[in-house]
């Protein structure tokens, strides 16, 4: 155990570090890493719209205009920022990777500047050869097109590869009723619709289908589909506000002579309103519902600081109230931004689900506003229960949608989604029908969990990675989510759960941290995995060893119940003085590429490592011998939730 003045010292310094990055609403708006991919596909866009008639690219003249800067500009940074391998990687921490890597090559040819770079693209090219060139990318993604054909797309608009190269995508299939969609076997993710519009027009303008029917069809549905991508755009210009896929759009449809068409223009008023001073462009706009409701689970609501501030009124609005012309989603949920490209999902929703419900403990909170937050919590849960897979997990936004991988449900999403409704339950739930449907839901949920367990006893989360681990994935934070869930709802002693310990204690790096690469453990997946541990800890220390076991245990075909309790505890604390030695050291702030976008897209997020470290650092600080300032009660043991 650490001495409790230091770790009360230290939380005290992260929590006020988080406090300060607050904006006047009182919420967290974060920063996400800048990002290669995402300025490659900015400059190609601008620099395609920018084109004249003749399809040749416009002579620079001796007064540049707006976009012509952007695109210089874009090419400066990406200049300065190759890799010495020859390759690009998603963000200035992130390895190279043959999607990047060609996608910058294809930037550079399409703004005019190849011949002034010939060598950095010549490192490029030999990069992209070592990595299997054309070959090697679809071996990336696999049956995914979701990414795969919008790249070989801008390397086709580049000259860069023959039009033969791009598999048609069925844009066609658009017109039909959005209901249909997961019915109808597409080829892209449901999040990418805009892409399969307007990189399948693409497709058919430069290289038109041999089959006279198909071409026909395809010929008759070019302005059905374009008003269907019309309906799905934001009011902000940008398909989920999110610049590589609101880039491909723009690009694929000025390469068919549309250029002044109204999708066009709004794309490009986004592009040129998310660039960076440095001239780069990040992944997204932001993520600032979900950092406001991981700051507010991390603090409490009941920290004065929030508690006094409009941050609830802000969140409440931030839920989606019609249906969502982007998925087709019912109200209800809420997405990872207030802004208009936003869409909602089933991890953003059991955040702000969770975050409302730490508010009912705010002793100023007045009627009024309590049934505000329990009129939202009601709709907000009734949207996560329709989202339920028929596997028992939850996916990110469609209900159905399981062919393709960032459609499936996900052991994160699924932990997360059961976190809120256990938190809601006894406060919504009325009527034996409504109370039968909830248990239904969990106890299906916790099936779906222990099926996905993997054989060592982690879980794979479906949108958060790490880009030294062979298949590119995060054990740890998916292990650390999943144990969350279990925490809450009095799971600790069913044998998935204690597997699960075992494993993401065993998974503990010599210094105390977990995950991160070659150059030491990560300040997130450290502060993720030492909560969880905490959490378990709580209830070791209420019940020693004697856990409870859990009617569903037998599911996954064991009632072993591996030992470790005892390693698991010393595991947690040891996290903890690696999270405290962060803290004193000014460390807690470090960033590490542990997020994922779209398909294989890595990011970072500049709050993350801070509001895990307040997340874990109270935990702590509620188990030590110090007070347990603002320390939320789901880390309390309870069996309230069992089912």
Known sequence: ?????????????????????????????????????????????????????????????????????????????????????????????????????????????????????????????????????????????????????????????????????????????????????????????????????????????????????????????????????????????????????????????????RAAHPVVQSGLSFIEQSVREDGSWPIDTNLATWNTTLAINALGATDPAIAQSDCLTWLLSCQHAERHPFTGAEPGGWGWSDLSGAVPDADDTPGALLALHSWLNVPELDDADQQRIDEAARLGCQWLLGLQNRDGGWPTFCRGWGKLPFDRSGADLTAHALRALAAWRERLVQTPAERRRWQRAIERGLAYLIRVQQPDGSWIPLWFGNQDHPLEENPVYGTAKVLLACRDLGWTGTPAARRGSAWLAAAQRADGGWGGGPAGASVEETALATEALLGLSAWSAAGGDRFQTHPMEDLDGSRTRPQGGADCRAAAWRGVGWLVEAVEGGRHQETWPIGFYFAKLWYYEELYPLTFTVAALAAAVGQSDGPAQNQPASTTPTNRYRV
């Open 1 to 257: 155990m650490i001495d409790p003045a230091r770790l009360l010292e230290a939380y005290e310094r992260a929590r006020r570090d988080l406090l300060a990055e607050r904006n006047p609403p009182g919420c967290w708006t974060g920063k996400l890493s800048t990002s290669a991919l995402s300025t490659a596909t900015a400059v190609s866009a601008l620099a395609v719209a920018a084109r004249s008639a003749d399809g040749t690219v416009t002579t620079r003249p001796a007064s540049e205009s707006p976009a012509e800067r952007l695109v210089r500009g874009g090419v400066r940074w990406l200049v300065e920022n190759q890799n010495q391998d020859g390759g690009w990687g998603d963000t200035p921490r992130s390895y190279s990777n043959i999607a990047t890597t060609m996608l910058v090559q294809a930037a550079l040819h399409l703004a005019g500047e190849a011949a002034q770079h010939a060598k950095l693209l010549e490192r490029a090219a030999r990069y992209v050869e070592r990595q299997g060139g054309v070959a090697g990318l679809r071996r990336r993604y696999g049956r995914d097109k979701t990414f795969a054909v919008p790249i070989l797309t801008n390397a086709a608009l580049a000259g860069l590869v023959p039009w033969s190269e791009v598999a048609a995508l069925p844009f066609e299939l658009a017109c039909v009723p959005q209901s249909w969609y997961r019915f109808l076997q597409l080829p892209v993710v449901s999040y990418a619709i805009p892409a399969l519009v307007a990189v399948g027009q693409a497709g058919y303008c430069h290289r038109r289908p041999g089959n006279p029917l198909l071409r026909a069809l395809r010929a008759r549905a070019v302005e059905p589909s374009l008003r269907v991508l019309r309906r799905m755009q934001p009011a902000s210009g940008g398909y989920l506000e999110a610049i590589p896929l609101t880039s491909f759009v723009v690009m694929s449809l000025a390469s068919t002579g």
